[in-house]
């Protein structure tokens, strides 16, 4: 099986990627690292601040990735979306090891890599998904994720900062993300019953 650069991938050709990856295959691997290298890294000159970390951490993301790969399930989510959490999960531990409790330290815009073009109807129709799976949060929800994920906050930075006990934040966070991903999945369906139907 061969994957195009362009375009998403359907479930199964996601499965296959990550089954070819973990085989060892170097299409696999270069076909992964071109979708994905670019996001990867700039998630991480965003979060660690320097070339040379965000670089570090797109290789050991595709480390990981390779790794791990036979744990990955394209029924529980997207790869983009799986390498992602890995690329801020690692970002992070990263953050808490080198510099404890502190925050990041802000990133100029001219240091941010361009982003690769993208399809335009593609974009709009990801905004649009994650705005419908984002509308199904209550704001509190919302609100928790994004401080979580879009401000790197660990679950205690957010109870400390709230008021309230981190048992109830990690619930809150879980319960958030089962929504999203039951959303996702939800939207999937009606997407390719929709092409079925064509």
């Known amino acids: 099986m061969t994957f195009g650069r362009e375009g998403p ?24 690292y071109s979708r994905f290298g670019r996001p990867i890294y700039t998630v991480g000159l965003r979060m660690l601040g320097s070339v040379e970390a965000a670089e570090e951490l797109t290789r050991d993301v595709f480390l990981a990735a390779w790794r791990k790969g036979g744990r990955f399930d394209s029924e529980r989510g997207r790869l983009s979306t799986w390498l992602m ?4 999960n690692m970002a ?50 919302r609100h928790l994720l994004s401080q979580a994920y879009f401000s790197g906050w660990t ?30 999945a939800e939207q999937s369906r009606m997407a390719t019953r929709r092409g079925i139907e064509r």
């Open 155 to 184: 679950a205690r930075e957010i109870a400390e900062s709230e008021g309230i006990p981190l048992g109830t934040v990690k619930t809150r966070l879980r319960a958030a993300l089962i929504k999203l991903r039951k959303s996702e």
């Open 92 to 141: 992070v531990d990263r953050l808490r090891h080198d510099r404890g409790a502190g925050r990041p330290p802000l990133v100029l815009v001219e240091e941010v890599p361009e982003p690769a073009p993208l399809d335009e109807e593609e974009v709009l129709l990801d905004r649009d998904r994650a705005q419908r799976a984002l509308a199904g949060l209550s704001a509190a929800e």
């Open 9 to 32: 991938l359907s479930a199964e050709s996601e499965q296959e990627l990550m089954r070819q990856l973990v085989a060892g295959e170097e299409h696999a691997i270069r076909t992964l």
């Open 85 to 88: 959490a890995i690329a801020h």
